[in-house]
């Protein structure tokens, strides 16, 4: 389950960071080094301007948002993420809030260390 996650992570990461869309795809392979270190939450991170930019032009957040509901599959958490853009993403006029309430749900950096 976690190498799955792990490709879902470097995929999305991919499609936000790269400049095109279909380039990240073809040249962002599972084993790139290019996004090591790259957590969810900056995945998150760098998708709000994203989801921003594509509600300015008339899109709804939830079409963006939609695909990334597995993104912290077998992750601490995990439900609650997909709960919460479920039930608020389809909803949702602009994606800046939801993503900052996401991240404020889920976020690494506030999660507590796993026991040794």
């Given at each position: 389950m ?53 509600a ?61």
């Amino acid at each position: 389950m976690r190498a799955r996650s792990t490709i879902v992570v470097a995929l999305v990461a991919g499609l936000v960071l790269a400049a095109g869309a279909a380039a990240a795809i073809i040249e962002g392979t599972p084993g790139d080094d290019r996004l090591r270190g790259t957590t969810r939450g900056d995945v998150l991170r760098a998708l709000a301007p994203y989801i921003e930019n594509h509600a300015a032009r008339g899109g709804r957040p939830y079409n963006v948002l939609r695909h990334i509901l597995g993104l912290y599959h077998g992750q601490p958490r995990a439900r609650a993420f997909r709960r919460l853009l479920s039930e608020q993403g389809p909803r949702a006029t602009t994606g800046g809030e939801l993503i900052r309430a996401v991240l404020a749900l889920v976020d690494e950096r506030k999660m507590p260390a796993a026991a040794e």
